[in-house]
């Protein structure tokens, strides 16, 4: 029998020092072979930068100098081959598989880091990776898509991104058109003349990513990481603000204008841009069915009703545009997208843009202007 003059102790959680049910953001690194993406990781793997970040590679290679020590070699899948925790708090893991098991797997070490850095093969193409783990429902409880990172070799980055031979698509183009940062690295052993023609040729291919030169991999880590570019604006209004759309004619500046880059010779891949003003309701609704028609049937819909079948392959689409006083992102990878209304913005942009990146569409124009028409934006 408790006596009068005791108290009931108050209970205190225990700290456990992680919150296990705060989702880990995943970036995917992609880059051409030599590109520098292994110096990249290095650095990463080495700073102190106060972050753990987990960097699941395909091998080890270049890190296997890296003071460490072995936390896991074994794996019930085959999987994962080896497990390094290292002495700023990052674990270096090499993996067999990048696929949704590979994460699985790293996810029972939940609590040892709170980033994953996903690194890909040099010939790999992001985009089905980016859209499994963009809307894998498994996985959605433990993680999310942070977003793209494309490594370019500021030296010889064209010439690899140039190369074409019969029957064989250029994956480079692929990574660069999925990325929502690009990294031009060497910019130390680069020419003016050769900068110049890496950054004409991200605006050809990617007219809306943000781009930072790098030298030896060293980058400012919140240029790449805590992005979330798939759910809410992040640098993405910048880019669209400051883009500066080529335009045939220099008279004619109205909103709805089409705007197009088109690479031609580079493999087909093309991007082009549409000018957006405020959207009401009906049109809001009617955009989301253009794309949905774009991506999942390969169909173009028209304001007279008919469908325009195409043979287009929609590589990233995103855009950023107003409705009801409210703003809107929109991101697409393949034939997976988003529109998604951004909460805490005060005032929401007079006019907004869209721009498809892939293949097969040439100059873009009877894309924009089938969009342009069934929103009825077009200039009267």
């Known amino acids: ?17 992680h919150d296990y049910n705060v989702r880990v953001p995943l970036t995917i690194l992609t880059g051409y072979l030599g590109a520098g993406k292994t110096t990249l990781l290095n650095y990463i793997l080495t700073e102190n930068h106060g972050r753990r970040i987990a960097v ?65 093969t040099g010939v790999a193409d992001p985009g089905p990776i980016a859209a499994m783990f963009w809307q894998n429902e498994e996985l959605a409880s433990d993680i999310y898509l942070d977003g793209v990172v494309c490594v370019i070799d500021s030296v010889f980055g064209v010439k690899q991104l140039e190369e074409r ?15 929502d940062v690009v990294l031009v690295n060497k910019t130390d052993l680069a020419t003016p003349s050769q900068l110049t023609s890496v950054t004409t ?20 880590l919140d240029h790449i990481l805590g992005l979330r570019a798939y759910e809410r604006l992040s640098m993405l209004p910048t880019v669209f603000t400051s883009l500066g759309v080529p335009c045939e004619d220099d008279h004619c500046h109205d909103a709805s204008h089409v705007h197009s880059h088109t690479s031609g010779h580079l493999d087909d891949v093309s991007s082009c841009v549409l000018k957006v003003p405020p959207l009401d309701a009906v049109q809001l609704s009617r955009l989301d069915e253009f794309i949905r028609s774009l991506l999942w049937d390969n169909v173009l819909l028209r304001v007279d009703a008919a469908e325009l079948k195409t043979d287009f392959e929609i590589l990233r689409c995103k855009g950023i545009f107003s409705s009801d006083g409210k703003q809107f992102v929109l991101q697409g990878v393949r034939n997976i997208y988003d529109i998604n209304e951004v909460n805490g913005e005060e ?34």
Request: charged share 25%; hydrophobic share 40%; glycine share 8%.
């Open 1 to 17: 029998m408790m006596e009068d003059d005791e108290e009931i102790p108050e209970l205190l959680e225990a700290p456990t020092g």
């Open 56 to 120: 699941i590679m395909n091998e080890f290679a270049d890190t296997a100098d890296i003071e460490s020590r072995t936390i896991n070699v074994s794996s019930d899948t085959g999987l994962t081959e080896e497990v390094l925790e290292l002495a700023n708090g990052c674990l270096c893991c090499s993996v067999k598989d990048s696929g949704a098991a590979a994460i699985e797997k790293l996810m029972q070490k939940k609590g040892k880091f709170d980033y994953i850095l996903l690194e890909t």
């Open 165 to 179: 031979r019969e029957g064989w698509v250029n994956e480079g183009l692929r990574q660069l058109a999925c990325a």
């Open 201 to 220: 040729l991200i605006a050809q291919i990617n007219p809306t990513v943000p781009h930072f030169p790098t030298q030896r991999g060293m980058v400012t």
């Open 347 to 380: 005032d929401a942009m007079a006019n907004g843009k869209v721009a498809f990146i892939g293949r097969g569409f040439g100059d873009g124009r009877v894309l924009i202007q089938c969009l342009q028409q069934y929103l009825n934006i077009a200039s009267p």
